[in-house]
Nanobody
Framework: QVQLVESGGGLVQPGGSLRLSCAAS????????MGWYRQAPGNQRELVAT???????NYADSVKGRFTISRDNAKNTVYLQMNNLKPEDTAVYYC???????????????WGQGTQVTVSS
C-alpha cells in the first residue's frame, strides 16, 4: 500500500502565501502523476493542479499565475506553493497520486487525509 502524509496548511491573511507538502511512503514501485485537489464546504472536490512524472503541469484557471506545483521524485514528494491567496481559496486540500505498489496490481489512485487552508483577515 501507499500512504500519503500532507503538511503545511493553516490560517493566512489575504495576499499571503502557504506551501503544502505531500510525502508518499510504503511499498511504492513507481509514481506517475501527482496532484492537489480541494473541497470547500458545500462544494464538490475540484482539481487544483497536477504534475506528471516528466514534469508537465496543469492548473485550474482559478489558480493560474498564483499557485505552483512541483515534485521531488527522489523523495516521492509533491509540493504546492500558493501565493496571493484569496478567501475563495479556503478549503481542505487533498494530495493525490497515481502509483504502482509492490503489494497490488496496476496503477491506482491514492489520497491524503487532507489539510485545511483558511484565508481570512
Amino acid at each position: 500500500q501507499v500512504q500519503l502524509v500532507e503538511s503545511g496548511g493553516g490560517l493566512v491573511q489575504p495576499g499571503g502565501s502557504l506551501r503544502l507538502s505531500c510525502a508518499a511512503s510504503g511499498s511504492i514501485f513507481s509514481i506517475n502523476a501527482m496532484g492537489w485537489y480541494r473541497q470547500a464546504p458545500g462544494n464538490q472536490r475540484e482539481l487544483v493542479a497536477t504534475i506528471t512524472s516528466g514534469g508537465t503541469t496543469n492548473y485550474a484557471d482559478s489558480v493560474k499565475g498564483r499557485f505552483t506545483i512541483s515534485r521531488d521524485n527522489a523523495k516521492n514528494t509533491v509540493y504546492l506553493q500558493m501565493n496571493n491567496l484569496k478567501p475563495e481559496d479556503t478549503a481542505v486540500y487533498y494530495c493525490n497520486v497515481a502509483a504502482r505498489s509492490y503489494s497490488s496490481i496496476g496503477l491506482k489512485p491514492y489520497w491524503g487525509q487532507g489539510t485545511q487552508v483558511t484565508v481570512s483577515s
